[in-house]
């Protein structure tokens, strides 16, 4: 692997989070801190979140717009974070992208994982958080320790257990005089 930082090499997003270990008030704000200082285009920081802590209604109200087979999972962690963007140009949801990458940089950081998950019922949560009208729910975070990954289900497990893979620089590149000067 090239020289990166060990921040990016190891970050992971498990499903087997701790299901009682807690987001403490200081992490929780380091990790809205790093979103902040995230880039934006005309310094706009169209990024907004709505952080429930397990248990609290927040993160009920969030965990139930969740697809049932992620609730399985996603119950157990610490906290689950909306990621949502003002309404505007296309590229909000480029920027809420950049602060949450942020966010899941410090959280390796502090030893806490991060898993993303798209699928969700925006307009629930929209309603169900009185969001205003103006911002659009994009992605919901699930942040915590590290949990025991036997505890998760056989179809799940298998998922967890497999090695992570990545596609060579030279795939990603459009141009294959580029990808020569990467392979």
Same mark, same amino acid.
């Given at each position: 692997m090239a020289n990166l930082t060990p921040l990016l090499a190891f970050r992971w997003s498990p499903r087997s989070f701790d299901p009682v270990a807690e987001l403490s008030r200081e992490d929780a704000s380091a990790l809205l801190e790093a979103a902040r200082w995230a880039p934006s285009a005309d310094n706009a920081q169209p990024w907004r979140f709505a952080? $429930?802590?397990r248990d609290d209604e927040t993160f009920k109200r969030i965990l139930v717009n969740l697809p049932e087979p992620d609730q399985r999972w996603a119950q157990r962690a610490s906290a689950l974070l909306l990621c949502a963007h003002r309404a505007g140009p296309v590229g909000h949801a480029y920027d809420l992208g950049q602060a949450v990458a942020h966010l899941t940089v410090q959280a390796t950081a502090l030893g806490l994982y991060v898993r993303q998950l798209r699928d969700l019922d925006r307009a629930g949560l929209a309603a169900d958080l009185d969001l205003p009208v103006d911002v659009r729910p994009h992605v919901v975070a699930a942040v915590g320790q590290l949990g025991d990954p036997l505890s998760l289900p056989a179809d799940l497990l298998r998922?967890?257990? $497999?090695?992570?893979?990545?596609? !060579? !620089?030279a795939e990603l %590149? %459009?141009?294959?005089?580029v990808a020569r000067s990467v392979s």
């Amino acid at each position: 692997m090239a020289n990166l930082t060990p921040l990016l090499a190891f970050r992971w997003s498990p499903r087997s989070f701790d299901p009682v270990a807690e987001l403490s008030r200081e992490d929780a704000s380091a990790l809205l801190e790093a979103a902040r200082w995230a880039p934006s285009a005309d310094n706009a920081q169209p990024w907004r979140f709505a952080l $429930g802590h397990r248990d609290d209604e927040t993160f009920k109200r969030i965990l139930v717009n969740l697809p049932e087979p992620d609730q399985r999972w996603a119950q157990r962690a610490s906290a689950l974070l909306l990621c949502a963007h003002r309404a505007g140009p296309v590229g909000h949801a480029y920027d809420l992208g950049q602060a949450v990458a942020h966010l899941t940089v410090q959280a390796t950081a502090l030893g806490l994982y991060v898993r993303q998950l798209r699928d969700l019922d925006r307009a629930g949560l929209a309603a169900d958080l009185d969001l205003p009208v103006d911002v659009r729910p994009h992605v919901v975070a699930a942040v915590g320790q590290l949990g025991d990954p036997l505890s998760l289900p056989a179809d799940l497990l298998r998922s967890e257990a $497999g090695l992570r893979r990545r596609l !060579p !620089p030279a795939e990603l %590149l %459009l141009t294959s005089q580029v990808a020569r000067s990467v392979s």
